[in-house]
Structure formats: C-alpha cells, structure tokens
C-alpha cells in the first residue's frame, strides 16, 4: 500500500562528505531522504581503492587541510591526530560520522544514479542501476568533482606509458616508475605530491615536470603551526586580505626562480594555492627538472614550447578535472564548454528551480570536507519551511556578486570556475539565513515543496 508523506522526501546522490552531511542534516530536521552510492562504502574520492573507480587517492596521500579546519562542527576530529592527517584516518573518521548520526541505514550502496529527470509538476524520476525508477519532491547532487580526470590533447603520439594522476597509487602502480624517466604534467597540489615521491633518487631516474605558468607554492607550516590554522578574520576587506596574504607568502618562500621554478606571473592568490611542504626542496635539492609547456608528442619524446625535448618513459598528467553529471541530460543543469556549472545561489539553488540543490560543487580555501555541512544548514532550513530564499531577480544580482568577488581575481582557466573563500563564505551564508528566516516567517513558515511523491511500501 502507498501513502502520502508528510513531508518532501529527497534524493541524495553520493555517500561521500558532501552527501553524508547532507543528510544528517535533513534527518535533524525529520526530512525523509534517500542516499544512492554506486560504490559498497562510503567516502568518495577519500575511500582508497574505491571499486567505483572514483577515487583519486594514493596510497601516500595526506590532506593538504589541517585537521584544524576539516572537522563537522558536531563531531571533532580526534584529539592525537597529526596536523596533516594520512587519507585512512580521514576514511574512518567518517565512517565514524555516519555510524554515529545513524546515516548508513538511508544509503543503498552499490547503486548508481542512471539518470535524474525533472518532471513537468515538479519533483524528479531518479532511474537507478537496478532498473527501478523511484521519485523524489526534491533532489541533492553531492556526486564530487574530483574524478572526471582530464588529459588535454598535443599534436602527434606517445609511445610510452600514460596514466592521469587520478589513477596514480604510488611509485609501482598502476605502473612502475623505478628507473624510468618521468613526466608529471601540471603545477596543482597532486603534482606536487606525485613529483616530489617520485623524485627520490632511489625512484624515478630523472623527474621532470612540466608547466605553461609558475605558480606560488605554500609551505604547509609559519612558526610551527599549520598555515591555515589561524587566517585572517572572514570580515577583513579583501584586498587588505590578499595584500598581507602575499607579503606573507612570498617572505615565507622567498622568489620561486631561487628553488630553480619559472617565476609566478601573478600573485599568490591569483591562482588556486598550491600547497607542499616538499617539492620546493626536492627541486632546490636538484631532484626535479623544471621544463615549459607541451608543444607536441613525439614517440619516445616530449618535445616542449622552447623547441627541447626529452626521452620520456611515463607522463602522469596531473591536469585536473571536469565537473560532470552523467546523470543529468537537460543541458540547463550541466557544466558549459568551460567548465562552468550552472549559476547557482550561494552556489546551492537553481533560481526557478526549486526542488534541485547542489552540495560541495566548490573548490573553496581551505577546507572541501566540512563545505556542504554549512550549505546543508539552508537546505535543510528551506525544506523545513525556516528559510526562504529572495526573489529570482535578486538571487541573480547575489550570483553575479558573489562570483565576481570569488573569483575574480583568477586568471581564466577550467580549474578557477569554481572557487570559494571559505570563510567569507560561511560568514556570508550565515547572514543570509537569517535574512531567509524572516522572510520565511512573514510567508508563514510553509514548507515551500508539497509533499506529493509516492512512498512505495
């Protein structure tokens, strides 16, 4: 028998941190929700040889946030852990979270999402790997952006091997790098990690890496403590912010071209940071060769923008990812040609569509792990009839406000279309719940989606 719900019951999509949070949210506010993961645990990009083939974890990784600002705000983090803690860690910690807050009996592991379809009154059809088609008033989006790896396209071939980082797992697999001489496309912070592994004389024979652009590297310590354990306050203007930012940065660091990099063409935050507590010795050190851009690919060689070329034996391209949604056909709801999703307020909410939220589809500093915990406080808020969001108008004027302010800074590039100040973020969004909160009570505290999905008994 089949019965009405009370109230909208959602879709989540993905069992990683941005979905789980998520949902313990909506179980706070008694909001009946379902969690689809197409792998048989949860964890995302941070489950270390996730059958789903999503993770991009290796077997030496540790976070690049401190253990200072990755924690939920309602279940620390444990006290003995290191600063920088190792991706197991990470992974038990949240298979903690979500055994302690009762999560693991909504999610139906093993189940992939097909296809999500908006229908014409509202709510959505989910499509699922099993066949089933279920439906939803409401549907969360937490599938990651860190697994549709992208490999740009040089003229000619390559004879050699060729792995994305996304697949890299240590100096031995997927392929052995003992000997050989290796080519680590790209400037970001899985470049750094996989170059400065393999690096080591007793690894690769010679490390190369390869970049059109220098880049700031941060040190991952000032004074003995993490670098992001004390930032400046979220209120602070942020020019003032950059400003003492970069003389702090660069009187950390010192002029890349000393370690032997191409010096920045921008200032340290005029580009996604880039952090390593290693590669700058390793290249000071001698144990990496920088070279240019790619120019082409010639069999054996690499031949690079200044006419040198180099044998080359593997190239690991550490050259990021695009921000997908297989699931999704109505281009409306996808990532354009540049790798923009689309406008989302407070990068959350569709304007027009109400029913749809994206959750961690974000490149915020510092921290990605505890970001959908705070968007999650609207969802949950707006579900529940406590939060109501401006007029679409104003919610575009807010979108076109915000991205300027996040992202204008950045030179135009495919890895800049999602970045985010965390801390004025959150400063932000805390001001407007309470905003939406009284705009909600003046409309009476409904609930803005009815409840008229069919639960199947």
């Not at 949950?380 to 300027?404: C, H, N, S, T, W």
């Not at 719940?433 to 009284?438: I, T």
Request: glycine share 10%; hydrophobic share 35%; aromatic share 12%.
């Amino acid at each position: 028998m089949a019965q009405m719900t009370a109230k909208p019951k959602v879709c989540i999509i993905g069992a990683g941190c941005s979905g789980f949070t998520t949902a313990k949210r909506l179980k706070d506010y008694g909001i009946p929700f379902d969690v689809y993961e197409a792998s048989d645990d949860i964890g995302g990009t941070w489950y270390y040889g996730n059958p789903n083939g999503m993770s991009a974890c290796y077997q030496s990784l540790h976070i690049d946030t401190s253990k200072w600002r990755l924690a939920f705000e309602d279940y620390p983090v444990p006290a003995d852990w290191p600063d920088y803690p190792h991706h197991s860690l990470l992974l038990g910690y949240f298979r903690d979270y979500v055994d302690h807050f009762g999560l693991r009996e909504h999610i139906r592991f093993n189940t992939r999402v097909e296809n999500a379809e908006r229908q014409a009154e509202g709510g959505w059809a989910i499509t699922l790997s099993t066949g089933e088609v279920k439906h939803y008033d409401a549907l969360c989006v937490a599938n990651g952006h860190h697994w549709a790896a992208r490999i740009p396209e040089y003229p000619g071939h390559f004879d050699g091997t060729q792995i994305h980082s996304h697949n890299y797992r240590s100096p031995f697999e997927p392929v052995n790098c003992i000997g050989k001489r290796v080519l680590v496309v790209g400037l970001g912070n899985s470049a750094m990690d996989v170059a400065s592994e393999l690096a080591q004389r007793p690894i690769a024979d010679k490390l190369f890496v390869s970049a059109r652009h220098g880049v700031w590297i941060f040190p991952k310590y000032y004074k003995g403590q993490p670098l992001d354990k004390n930032p400046a306050p979220a209120w602070l203007p942020k020019g003032i912010k950059q400003w003492l930012g970069a003389r702090m940065i660069k009187g950390l660091v010192g002029k890349m071209s000393d370690y032997g990099l191409p010096e920045p063409e921008i200032g340290p935050f005029e580009s996604h940071g880039t952090v390593s507590g290693e590669f700058l010795v390793r290249a000071g050190s001698g144990d990496i060769t920088m070279k240019g851009g790619i120019e082409r690919l010639d069999g054996q060689d690499v031949v690079f923008a200044d006419g040198s070329r180099e044998a080359i034996d593997v190239i690991v391209w550490a050259t990021g990812y695009d921000i997908a949604f297989p699931f999704f056909k109505d281009p409306a709801f996808l990532a354009d040609a540049d790798n923009r999703p689309p406008p989302l307020y407070k990068r959350i909410m569709k304007p027009g569509v109400s029913d749809l939220f994206y959750m961690g589809l974000a490149q915020p500093l510092p921290t990605l792990v505890n970001f959908a915990e705070q968007q999650s406080k609207l969802v949950g808020a707006f579900l529940a009839g406590q939060y109501l969001p401006p007029p679409a108008p104003e919610m575009e004027r807010v979108i076109k406000a915000d991205e300027d302010y996040y992202t204008g800074q950045y030179y135009a590039a495919r890895r800049h279309t999602i970045q985010l100040d965390f801390d004025h973020y959150v400063r932000a969004l805390t001001k407007e719940l309470a905003q939406g909160a009284k705009r909600a009570k003046v409309a009476g505290n409904h609930p803005p989606l009815t409840a008229k999905q069919l639960e199947t008994a």
